[in-house]
């Protein structure tokens, strides 16, 4: 986590510091991936479905906020440069 807030701090752009946003989600979504379906029911199961399901919304969240950001700069044509994260 310190990691990522390094990496925000070094990104002044609200496009980038989203973009860094949506690859971290990314990676721990591919993290429940990787873990496999190899276990039966009990606490991992629960864990593993946990993880699937926060990392899932939130990497779509930020897909959806991306595609905010582009529309109200591209299309409307209004600056998203005050915002901050």
């Known amino acids: 986590m310190l990691f990522v807030i ?3 701090r070094r990104y002044h752009s609200l496009a ?5 946003s949506l690859t971290v989600a ?3 979504d591919s993290v ?4 496999g379906e190899s276990h039966s029911e009990g606490p991992l199961c629960d864990f ?6 926060y ?8 897909v959806c906020l ?13 600056s ?3 915002y901050h994260m």
């Open 48 to 53: 593993q479905a946990l993880w699937l399901t």
């Open 16 to 20: 980038q510091k989203m973009i860094l």
């Open 6 to 8: 390094w990496l925000l």
């Open 66 to 78: 991306i595609t905010l950001n582009l529309y109200l700069n591209l299309v409307r044509e209004i």
């Open 32 to 35: 429940a991936y990787v873990m």
């Open 26 to 28: 990314a990676f721990f």
């Open 55 to 62: 990392f899932d919304w939130s990497a779509l969240a930020w």
């Open 80 to 82: 998203t440069n005050r």
